[in-house]
């Protein structure tokens, strides 16, 4: 289990700041408000914004403290014993705080451009049938996002220097087919900071309860699933004549 120190700490609230910032600012430029809003919108460009940020905050600020910027994330690693539970504590607190500097330096920039949208706040769309349809959606978002963090980072056979890229990728995947349906946040981080900043609070408990119940499920998931396939040591067999 790795330390952790202030070092990391700051870095998750300023990656998170950041991550936040990228996200709310890509939906207040390219996200439009009305009847139609969810087919006038760039969905293709804000989902690759998504995947680009996080890419570059990984391999950037990542380096003090694991690039998490996410406490589903966070709640993931200490699934799988890579953070104290302390740590994991402080850290969501910092994502909390990073995530809504983050949203207050969005509206500080795009004050009256950001009213209509509520600053980049996420929200469940109509063309879902209601909160239940969210909170799958987060959830399946969110269940894609820490496996990829727990096999490529996290797990026993992780190709870490893939998972930059792996991970943003999948954000962006998630932000492109996601995003028009619930904001693609699977982030409590990225959903709390527009909300506090905007005081756009609807469907709180999907944004909170989704992205954690999906980060568990991926956490089982790799642990009877992917990681035991890796583990189990199938028999040799050997030809006849062959043995010594």
Do not use: C
Not at 57 to 76: D, E, K, Q, V, Y
């Amino acid at each position: 289990m790795q330390d952790r120190g202030l070092a990391a700490y700051i870095a998750e609230l300023v990656g998170t700041l950041f991550l936040v910032f990228f996200i709310t600012t890509v939906g207040v430029l390219f996200i439009s408000v009305g009847e139609s809003a969810s087919f006038g919108s760039d969905f293709a460009v804000i989902g690759l914004v998504y995947g680009f940020i996080l890419f570059v905050l990984i391999i950037g600020i990542g380096i003090a403290s694991g690039g998490h910027f996410n406490p589903a994330i966070t709640f993931g690693a200490a699934l799988m014993k890579k953070i104290a539970p302390v740590d994991a504590v402080i850290y969501i607190l910092a994502q909390l705080s990073g995530g809504v500097l983050g949203a207050l330096l969005t509206k500080a920039i795009l004050e009256d451009e950001g009213r209509a949208s509520n600053y980049g706040a996420a929200t469940i769309s109509p063309l879902l049938g209601g909160a239940a349809q969210g909170f799958l959606v987060e959830g399946l978002g969110a269940f894609l996002l820490v496996l990829t963090v727990l096999a490529v980072a996290l797990g026993i056979r992780a190709k870490k220097e893939w998972a930059p890229l792996a991970i943003g990728l999948t954000f962006a995947a998630i932000g492109m087919v996601f995003g028009p349906l619930t904001g693609a946040s699977v982030n409590p981080a990225r959903w709390f900071g527009p909300a506090l900043v905007s005081g756009e609070f609807g469907d709180a408990w999907v944004y909170v309860l989704a992205p954690l119940v999906g980060a568990a499920l991926a956490f089982a998931f790799y642990k009877f699933v992917i990681e035991k396939s890796m583990t189990e040591v199938e028999p040799t067999s050997v030809a006849p004549g062959t043995q010594s």
